[in-house]
C-alpha cells in the first residue's frame, strides 16, 4: 500500500516534471518501482536475471478521481503504466465533443499517442483514485540500448494496446447495439480476470454515459440494454455493480430476443433465482 498523501497536480502540469523534495522518504514508501517490478506489472516475459539494475528505479505518482494526467496538445515526455486505479483517454473535436478511446487499468500502458508528434493527442482523466508509474520516454530509449530484449517486449505491450483499440473498432462496425454491451462486459470480464480479481462481480468505474460514448451508443441505449440483461437473467445490475450470470450467452449474442420472449425468459430468470435462494420445503418470500 502507498503512504503518502495525493500531490496536487495541476492539470496542465506535466507530471514527470513534478518536483520530488525528499526522494529518500519516498522510496521507504515504496513510491519507486525497480525494473523487475515494471515488468511484472506489464506482464512481460523478461528473464528476472537480466533486470538485476536497482539504479533503474521509476517514480509512482497519485491521482484524484477527475484528476487530468495529460492533456491533448501537451508536450510529450513521459509514458504512463497504470499500477492501480482506472481510467479513460479520450480525443475532444472543436466544438467540444468528447469521444471515449480507452479505459486503461492495471498493467494497462497509455501515452503512446504522444511519440510520433511529440504532442499528446489525447486526454487522460482519473476515473478513480489512480497510482501511475512514470516512464520518462528518454529513460525508456536509454534502457533500450542496455536490454535490447525489454526494448522488444516494451514494443510487444504497445502492440497489444493498438490490437486492443482496432478489435474494438472492428467491433464497432459489425455488431448491433446489444452484441456491443455485451462483448464490453465480457472484455471487462476478462480485464479484471488478468488482473487477479473476480470475473464475474465487479463494479463500473466508468458512467453509462462514458461506455455509450466508447461503444458509439448513446446513454439511454446502454441503460436501456443493461437493464434488459438484467431482466433475463444475463447479468445482475446493482447501480455500479455488475454481476454476469451467464458469460457464454454474451459472448455468442446478436441481438436481444422480442420483447415477448423477454418476458418468459424474464419469469424464467426468477424462478431460478427464487428457487437457489430458497431454502427446500420453505415458504419463506424473498426480496427483489
Not at 483517454?89 to 471515449?100: C, K, P, W
Not at 511529440?118 to 516512464?135: I, K, N
Not at 446489444?178 to 465480457?186: C, D, K
Not at 465487479?202 to 440483461?229: C, D, K, P, Q, W
Request: glycine share 6%.
Amino acid at each position: 500500500m502507498l503512504t503518502t498523501q495525493t500531490p496536487d497536480i495541476r492539470p496542465d502540469f506535466p507530471a514527470s516534471m513534478l518536483h520530488v523534495q525528499d526522494a529518500g522518504w519516498q522510496r521507504q514508501g515504496k513510491l519507486w518501482s525497480n525494473l523487475k517490478e515494471l515488468c511484472d506489472l506489464l506482464r512481460l516475459p523478461t528473464a528476472a536475471s537480466s533486470l538485476d539494475d536497482e539504479e533503474s528505479l521509476f517514480q509512482h505518482v497519485q491521482f484524484k478521481t477527475g484528476q487530468r494526467i495529460h492533456t491533448i496538445g501537451q508536450a510529450f515526455d513521459t509514458l504512463y503504466i497504470v499500477h492501480s486505479g482506472f481510467l479513460k483517454t479520450v480525443a475532444i473535436d472543436e466544438f467540444g465533443n468528447e469521444q471515449v478511446l480507452s479505459f486503461p487499468m492495471k498493467g494497462d500502458l497509455f501515452g503512446v499517442d504522444g511519440i510520433h508528434s511529440r504532442r499528446y493527442s489525447s486526454e487522460a482523466v482519473a476515473l478513480s483514485s489512480c497510482d501511475l508509474v512514470l516512464l520518462p520516454f528518454k529513460k525508456f530509449t536509454a534502457i533500450g540500448r542496455t536490454h535490447a530484449e525489454l526494448e522488444h517486449a516494451m514494443y510487444s505491450v504497445m502492440s497489444r494496446e493498438l490490437v486492443r483499440e482496432q478489435a474494438m473498432v472492428s467491433m464497432l462496425g459489425g455488431l448491433s447495439a446489444e452484441a456491443r454491451v455485451a462483448r464490453f462486459l465480457v472484455s471487462l470480464s476478462d480485464r479484471f480476470a488478468d488482473m487477479g480479481y473476480s470475473s464475474k462481480v465487479f463494479n463500473l468505474r466508468m458512467t453509462r454515459h462514458e461506455i455509450g460514448s466508447y461503444l458509439g451508443l448513446t446513454l439511454e441505449t446502454v441503460s436501456r440494454t443493461l437493464s434488459a440483461f438484467n431482466e433475463i437473467g444475463l447479468i445482475i445490475v446493482d447501480q455500479r455493480s455488475i454481476t454476469i450470470r451467464d458469460l457464454d450467452a454474451l459472448k455468442t449474442l446478436r441481438r436481444l430476443p422480442p420483447s415477448t420472449l423477454r418476458a418468459k425468459q424474464a419469469r424464467k430468470a426468477r424462478a431460478v433465482a427464487l428457487a437457489a435462494t430458497t431454502p427446500s420445503g420453505s415458504a419463506q418470500t424473498v426480496g427483489s
